[in-house]
C-alpha cells in the first residue's frame, strides 16, 4: 500500500488526507484547525450571552452564529450549559483576572494606579473582543447578569470566584503592609481594611456608573479621583 500526504482547506483552514493507492482517502483531521473552531464557538457565543442572557439565547440561535453545521457544532459542545461553563472560563480568565505581576510594588500610590490603568486596558478588550466595537461604548447590566448565572448554574464557578477575591484582597494587603512598612502609609485603619476600601469602592462605583449607562471611558476617572482622596487621608 503507498501512503502519501495530500492538503486540502475547509473555510481557509488545512485539513490533511492520507492518499492511499487505489484512490482510497482516510481524512485526519487538522489539530489546529479543531482548537480554532471550538474557540471560534466559544468567542461567538460569549458575545451572544453578554447581549443577552444565559436563559434568552437558545442552542438554535448559537450553532447559526457560530456558522458551523449543526453536527459540528455538537462535536465540541453537548449542551449550553456545557458551552456557557466554556464561555466563563474563557471571559473569567481574559477579562475577570489581573495580572499583577505588572503592577508597580516601589509605592502603593503607583501600585494602585497600575491597577486602573489595566482596568482601562481590559474595559476596551471587553468592547473589542465581546462587543465588537471599537473600543468605545456602554457596558450593560448583562456584564454582571453572566456572573450571576454563572453563580447559580455552577457551584464551582463561585468557589473559584471567591478565591479570586480573596487573591486580591491578600495582594492589595501585602502591597499596602510594605508600603506602610516603607513609611508610605499611616492609618489607624489595618492593611486588610484599607484593601477593602479600595476594592469595593472601586466595585460600587462601576456598579453606579453601570447602571447610569455610562461609557467605559467614563468609568475609571470617578473611582481614580475617590481612591486619590483616599490615599491622602492615609499617606504619611
Known amino acids: 500500500m503507498e501512503i502519501s500526504p495530500v492538503c486540502s482547506t475547509m473555510q481557509g483552514k488545512k485539513i490533511f488526507f492520507l492518499h492511499i493507492k487505489y484512490n482510497s482517502y482516510i481524512c485526519i483531521p487538522n489539530v489546529r484547525f479543531m482548537h480554532d473552531s471550538k474557540e471560534h464557538i466559544i468567542k461567538i457565543s460569549c458575545k451572544l450571552f453578554l447581549q443577552k442572557n444565559f436563559k434568552e439565547v437558545t442552542m438554535k440561535e448559537l450553532v447559526a452564529s457560530s456558522g458551523l453545521s449543526k453536527g459540528a457544532f455538537y462535536h465540541y ?3 449550553k450549559e456545557q458551552l456557557f461553563l466554556a464561555v466563563l ?15 508597580s510594588r516601589e509605592s502603593f500610590y503607583l501600585f494602585y494606579h497600575d491597577y486602573a490603568n489595566e482596568i482601562k486596558t481590559y ?3 471587553y468592547l473589542k473582543e465581546f ?24 457551584p464551582e464557578f463561585r468557589v473559584r470566584l471567591v478565591e479570586e477575591q480573596r487573591k ?3 495582594t492589595w494587603t501585602d502591597v499596602i503592609r510594605d508600603a506602610r512598612a516603607k513609611g508610605e ?7 486588610e481594611e484599607i484593601a477593602q476600601v479600595f476594592i469595593f469602592s472601586s466595585d460600587g462605583v462601576a456598579m453606579q456608573m453601570v447602571m447610569a449607562g455610562k461609557k467605559v471611558e467614563e468609568m475609571v476617572a470617578p473611582f481614580m ?12
Open 168 to 170: 486580591e484582597l491578600n
Open 131 to 154: 462587543l465588537d466595537t471599537d473600543g468605545e461604548g456602554e457596558f450593560t447590566m448583562n456584564y454582571f447578569t453572566l456572573a450571576f448565572d454563572a453563580l447559580k448554574l455552577f
Open 89 to 103: 472560563e474563557y471571559f473569567f480568565s481574559t477579562i475577570m483576572v489581573h495580572n499583577y505581576t505588572n503592577y
Open 185 to 191: 502609609i499611616k492609618s489607624s485603619m489595618s492593611d
Open 225 to 236: 479621583n475617590l481612591w486619590d482622596k483616599i490615599y491622602e487621608l492615609i499617606k504619611v
Open 123 to 125: 474595559s476596551k478588550v
Open 77 to 79: 459542545f453537548e449542551s
